[in-house]
């Protein structure tokens, strides 16, 4: 007897409509499965013979054949588990399949019978939704993921037992119920603050600037001098998700198993800071079957790289493309696959191999040959797409033990939630949210600036040696700054300070 079930598939982050079919004919036993499936779900005999034994349920010695359409579709991934089995028991006269055909089955078993939780269930269901797909069956585990996403009718089972005899009629599963992403949200909580941060104002008023408009930043500076604690403070200061930014960044963390079963939807902007040891394929994504890395899985939030010339050359060249493009292309044999990546890039670094070059209160050990080779790991187009260059000094005794209060993150978060606002009414219908992610089309249109800026900004042009995208970024820049105070037009002193940023590439680089 055939019975065909419906599931669901995923390439990337979009969803396809797919076909589970069984076939169960008289001849010798055997269990073959066929339509362009990968090791995991050829696999599968094994965990759902025994999966449907364990349940007390007849597995049947006969001829098994599954077919997993589109025959043309790479699939991958254990989550089929549950379709075939209720397949194989629809097909071998254990279960009317009238019901079971009206849904969506996803789940992969235990050799108990445990249905268990399965990556990619986010994406699937907003996939589906578009389709007008409405009812599923998914794994207890993904209960939370599902219960952001309204118009669905969600059956959440912990069995294959439980599966049966729901759809037998025998019992009644509650749908899962769709939760509020502002309630969740409004309970996180901030774990770094600019207020313990003493000091370094000048670097505290750069990263309130590379907030307001998603500029990239290098902070330079000898080993102690808060560089890391600036970098995990710049969260706070982020404007909130919004409930389609987090949608977005969960869907790809669902692709990658590290969302957090308990809440089911990020919160918060992510944070991810890879070791210098991190290799090309997991900061970029890739593998045999193409997963998100690194770029991608902050998408939408901060990727920090903590010393950064420490990290291999080639690695970070990788990083030039999807910082223009703000999305990375992982093409791999079995599959090519376009994933955001439009994130904020916080780098911080030594100046030297000592980490002393250029301090006001210590003393550099290196050679000139030294500290050029140690500069020189950082080539000169990745520099050039990092918007601001800031020095961070030490700072002093009697700054540390100040009891003064430092400017709380909740009070700078104002100011750059302030300057997003306006940011949004400018750009609104169009795909740009941020005055980093602006085209040369709307940098013509917004940036206007008067002759003696003009003039300003040409001296430092032709002084530091700036590239195009050197001056097209400090436009931006400015366009940041007159934002947070408000301005409507670019005046010189805000010229003034975006170039100030960028005064470093002659200092170090030249």
């Given at each position: 007897m055939l019975a065909i079930l419906n599931s669901f598939g995923l390439s990337g982050l979009e969803g396809y409509k797919m076909q589970v079919e069984v076939d169960i004919n008289q001849g010798l036993p055997g269990y073959e499965v066929v339509g362009l499936v990968g090791t995991s779900i050829k696999e599968s005999k094994e965990r759902i013979k025994s999966a449907i034994k364990n349940s007390c349920l007849q597995y049947p010695i006969l001829k098994i054949i599954v077919n997993m359409a589109p025959a043309d579709t790479k699939k991958e991934g254990p989550m089929y588990d549950l379709p075939i089995a209720i397949g194989i028991l629809c097909a071998s006269d254990q279960l009317e399949i009238t019901k079971a055909k009206e849904f969506v089955m996803l789940g992969e078993l235990g050799l108990n019978g445990s249905v268990n939780k399965v990556n990619g269930i986010l994406p699937m269901l907003i996939y589906a939704k578009q389709l007008g797909i409405k009812k599923f069956i998914i794994p207890k585990a993904n209960e939370n993921e599902a219960s952001f996403i309204d118009g669905l009718e969600i059956y959440p089972v912990s069995s294959l037992t439980e599966t049966v005899k729901f759809l037998k009629n025998e019992i009644e599963i509650e749908k899962v119920k769709v939760q509020n992403f502002k309630d969740l949200q409004s309970k996180s909580t901030i774990s770094n603050d600019f207020k313990y941060v003493k000091g370094q104002s000048q670097a505290k008023r750069a990263l309130e600037i590379a907030a307001a408009g998603g500029h990239n930043v290098l902070l330079i500076g000898p080993p102690g001098s808060g560089k890391?604690?600036?970098?995990?403070?710049?969260?706070?200061?982020?404007?909130?998700?919004?409930?389609?930014?987090?949608?977005?960044?969960?869907?790809?963390?669902?692709?990658?198993?590290?969302?957090?079963?308990?809440?089911?939807?990020?919160?918060?902007?992510?944070?991810?800071?890879?070791?210098?040891?991190?290799?090309?394929?997991?900061?970029?994504?890739?593998?045999?079957?193409?997963?998100?890395g690194e770029i991608s899985l902050c998408h939408n939030g901060v990727l920090f790289l903590d010393e950064m010339p420490e990290y291999n050359r080639n690695t970070l060249e990788t990083l030039r493309q999807p910082l223009e493009d703000g999305v990375i292309t992982v093409s791999r044999l079995e599959a090519s696959v376009v994933y955001p990546a439009n994130f904020t890039l916080i780098a911080s670094m030594n100046p030297c191999p000592c980490g002393n070059y250029g301090s006001t209160t210590k003393e550099c050990k290196c050679t000139p040959q030294a500290i050029r080779k140690y500069l020189n790991k950082l080539s000169g187009p990745l520099m050039d797409r990092i918007d601001m260059h800031i020095e961070v000094d030490n700072v002093n005794y009697d700054d540390l033990r100040l009891e003064a209060n430092e400017e709380p993150s909740q009070e700078v978060k104002k100011r750059v939630d302030s300057a997003r606002q306006i940011q949004l009414q400018r750009f609104a219908g169009s795909d740009n949210y941020a005055n980093a992610k602006m085209t040369d089309k709307q940098i013509k249109q917004y940036c206007q600036i008067s002759e003696e800026s003009n003039e300003l900004l040409k001296t430092a042009f032709e002084k530091l040696n700036l590239s195009a995208r050197a001056y097209n970024r400090i436009l931006k820049v400015a366009r940041t700054i007159a934002d947070l105070e408000g301005s409507q037009d670019i005046q010189e002193q805000h010229i003034m300070e975006a170039i100030s940023y960028r005064s470093l590439d002659n200092k170090y680089w030249s």
């Open positions: 890391t604690m600036l970098a995990k403070a710049f969260p706070s200061i982020l404007p909130d998700l919004t409930f389609e930014e987090a949608l977005e960044i969960s869907k790809i963390h669902s692709i990658a198993g590290t969302l957090d079963t308990k809440t089911g939807i990020l919160t918060k902007r992510p944070f991810r800071s890879p070791h210098h040891t991190t290799t090309m394929i997991a900061l970029t994504g890739g593998g045999r079957v193409a997963k998100p």
